[in-house]
């Protein structure tokens, strides 16, 4: 089998791996099937501050792998292309994927508070390649992900993907860590950061030196995605490219005992806000303890707001 239009789903099995589909390349949900399932949830009404329940899944065309306790891979090495829902979770033995030649995900899900992707659950080793977490992260086509896992360390670090900081590296996999010595040429061409954005008791005033940079994703529900403290100077915090900040925390992005003036950067506070996983995030950034909304409505001493 090579092209499966409608659903895959492998649930409570022994399976070690999923091998015998070796051969599948396209998991495909047509666009008829994918409005069938928004009109049956339509009339739920279901409100925004519950969960849907998992029932309401069965008809969602796509992959769902999940609640397989033996599985150590999924060994689908010739899929190609999905499209759909995407959900790996609770199969406690997965440390990868394993999804070589996966290269286009057109994932949707059939109602707006259902994740059209889901990879949670399965080993504490579990992680995704960069190639994996590109396509799954692709939040331009995307409505709702959740995401418990990492992104793996690269087995063979090139120019453009790095594990520390360097001149060239686009890619970053691991925390990016800035302190008052830090040799900002590195950080010039980033434009993705896998894990936290740190800086620490520097002199910078602002975030021109991440002049490319485009995400800052931190899958770690226990770390802050961005996480700027005691910059004595740092008066404002506008990253000009920033298209995303992907965060499992709380309170994401935190801005802490910086240059008293950055209270009232209302500007860069929403700016941010406005790439914490979408604009409807509302207590995803903190500046000194504030919201965007708290900074709108002080004054500056001089009289200002």
Do not use: W
Not at 9 to 17: C, G, M, R, Y
Not at 123 to 130: H, I, N, R, V
């Amino acid at each position: 089998m090579k092209i499966l239009k409608g659903r895959l789903e492998i649930v409570h099995t022994t399976f070690k791996n999923l091998n015998f589909l070796a051969g599948l390349q396209t998991v495909e949900a047509s666009e008829f099937e994918l409005e069938y399932c928004k009109t049956l949830l339509k009339p739920l009404h279901l409100s925004q501050y519950f969960e849907v329940p998992v029932s309401y899944f069965e008809n969602a065309f796509g992959v769902d792998i999940s609640g397989n306790p033996g599985l150590e891979e999924l060994g689908l090495t010739n899929l190609t292309s999905i499209s759909g829902i995407f959900l790996v979770t609770m199969n406690p033995k997965l440390k990868r994927l394993k999804l070589p030649n996966l290269k286009n995900a057109q994932l949707h899900s059939p109602y707006t508070m259902t994740p059209a992707v889901s990879v949670s659950f399965n080993s504490p080793q579990f992680c995704l390649t960069l190639q994996e977490a590109k396509i799954l992260l692709n939040y331009r086509k995307i409505n709702s992900f959740v995401f418990f896992s990492k992104v793996c360390k690269p087995g063979n670090p090139t120019k453009k993907i790095c594990v520390a900081p360097k001149v060239g590296c686009e890619n970053l996999v691991g925390d990016l860590k800035i302190g008052p010595k830090f040799d900002f040429k590195k950080v010039k061409s980033l434009k993705f950061i896998y894990g936290s954005l740190i800086v620490k008791d520097t002199n910078l005033t602002d975030f021109k030196v991440f002049e490319n940079l485009l995400e800052v994703v931190q899958m770690n529900s226990t770390k802050l995605a961005i996480d700027v403290q005691g910059n004595k100077n740092f008066q404002n915090a506008t990253i000009s490219k920033l298209q995303r900040v992907y965060t499992d925390h709380m309170i994401g992005v935190l801005f802490k005992n910086n240059h008293n003036s950055l209270k009232f950067d209302f500007k860069s506070c929403i700016s941010i806000r406005n790439a914490v996983n979408g604009p409807d995030n509302q207590f995803s950034t903190s500046f000194d303890g504030l919201s965007c909304e708290d900074m709108e409505k002080l004054k500056k001493p001089n009289g200002g707001k």
